[in-house]
């Protein structure tokens, strides 16, 4: 079992940057045989893949995203950030943290979902 906290997201101006965290506790990612994915969800829409990293730190994005936003990991703080550049209203969602066996694309194939955090980006 893992339980994952995010934080960080907040209200942030149009090109701004936020960092979101997401902690495990339980179990520590190294030791997890899962990735460790971000996904978001606006209202009135599915949730969506962002990013994910694999245990040997391969990292996928989706196009939305991709030269935005990074994600790493600090394993001597079992810790996963996903740093936000150049901020677009349209990434104004709940983020989520999940792990999964491989880089899951759909929600369906996540394993653990943390609580989410919210990112709200104005205009």
């Known amino acids: 079992q893992v339980q994952l ?10 090109g701004g940057s936020l960092r979101l965290s997401c902690a495990a506790s339980g179990r520590t990612f190294s030791a997890l045989a899962y990735a460790v994915v971000w996904f978001r969800q606006a209202p009135g829409k599915e949730r969506e ?5 694999t245990r040997s730190d ?3 994005y989706a196009v939305s995203v991709k ?5 790493s ?3 001597a703080k079992n810790t996963v950030y996903l740093q ?3 901020l677009k209203p349209e990434d104004t969602a709940m983020y989520y ?3 999964s066996r491989s880089v899951a694309r759909t929600p369906g194939a996540v ?3 943390g609580q989410g955090t919210q990112v709200t980006v104005s205009s």
Do not use: H, K, P
């Open 97 to 99: 943290c999940a792990v």
């Open 49 to 53: 893949f962002v990013v994910g990293i």
């Open 111 to 113: 394993d653990y979902w």
């Open 73 to 75: 990991r600090d394993n």
């Open 84 to 86: 936000m550049n150049s």
């Open 5 to 14: 906290v995010e934080s960080g997201g907040g209200l942030v101006q149009a």
């Open 58 to 60: 391969y990292t996928y």
């Open 67 to 71: 030269g935005r936003f990074t994600i």
